[in-house]
């Protein structure tokens, strides 16, 4: 639930972290990884995964991952605080 797999032929693979805003937060190179690995660090960031493509996401997990990143980039100079729509929603 909310990963998304593009295939961008030539280029390295990496999973792009976005917010419910589809803003980036980061980047984490793949190509050294193996399948193992990356499906260990997606459940570390705390997707949900579902176990059939049909079967309903419970709402804790509509805006997944449940868990914080494991890096926040500090808020740009002269920016404002987060609105109450932002601090409802956890960034995917």
């Not at 793949?30 to 570390?44: F, G, H, K």
Request: no cysteine; proline share 13%; hydrophobic share 30%.
């Amino acid at each position: 639930h909310n990963l998304e797999m593009k295939h961008l032929p030539g280029a390295d693979p990496e999973l792009v972290l976005l917010s419910y805003r589809y803003e980036e937060l980061e980047r984490i190179p793949l190509s050294d990884m193996s399948r193992e690995e990356i499906n260990q660090l997606v459940q570390e960031l705390g997707f949900y995964r579902k176990e059939t493509p049909d079967a309903p996401v419970p709402e804790e997990f509509q805006f997944a991952p449940a868990k914080p990143l494991p890096t926040r980039r500090a808020p740009a100079a002269g920016s404002q605080s987060p609105s109450e729509e932002d601090k409802e929603h956890p960034d995917l």
